[in-house]
């Protein structure tokens, strides 16, 4: 299973970024999707979950009303579009994928690489 998250890059403060998340190796509609995020000396957080048929949607407060999650299980590849990005979304960007929607890590059975957000202000 590899999971290759992509779109991260450095923007200014209101910008937006799409972070893409190519998933090979597993049945990737058989799956629950998340996006979560870490920042340097700080701990893994969840920011959104989608299921398996894309029927529910899960974000974190901090991602609510700027961030949107989705995916293409024709593409096997899900996504994170986030508006209005501010400085403190700064962190490593991972896709997730489990048998489970949840929102704590140990949920998930397979991880992404990350992908690097800077937001400078």
Same mark, same amino acid.
């Given at each position: =299973?590899?999971?290759? @998250?992509?779109?991260?890059?450095? =923007? ?9 998340? +190519?998933?090979? !190796? ?8 998340? %996006?979560?995020?870490? +920042? ?7 920011? @959104? @979950?989608?299921? %398996?048929?894309a029927g529910s949607t899960h974000y974190a407060?901090?991602?609510? !009303? ?25 962190? @490593? ?7 489970r929607t949840g929102l704590k ?5 397979? %991880?992404?690489?990350?992908?690097? =957000?800077?937001?400078?202000?």
């Open positions: =299973v590899q999971l290759q @998250a992509s779109g991260g890059g450095l =923007v200014q403060a209101g910008a937006s970024l799409r972070l893409s998340c +190519a998933a090979t !190796g597993l049945t990737f509609s058989s799956y629950n999707m998340g %996006w979560f995020r870490q +920042a340097p000396g700080k701990e893994r957080e969840f920011i @959104a @979950a989608i299921g %398996w048929s407060d901090s991602a609510k !009303g700027r961030f949107t999650i989705s995916r293409d299980n024709t593409k096997n590849t899900v996504y994170l579009q986030m508006n209005s990005l501010k400085p403190e979304d700064t962190a @490593a960007y991972y896709c997730a994928a489990g048998v890590t140990y949920q998930y059975n397979y %991880w992404g690489q990350g992908t690097e =957000v800077t937001v400078s202000s």
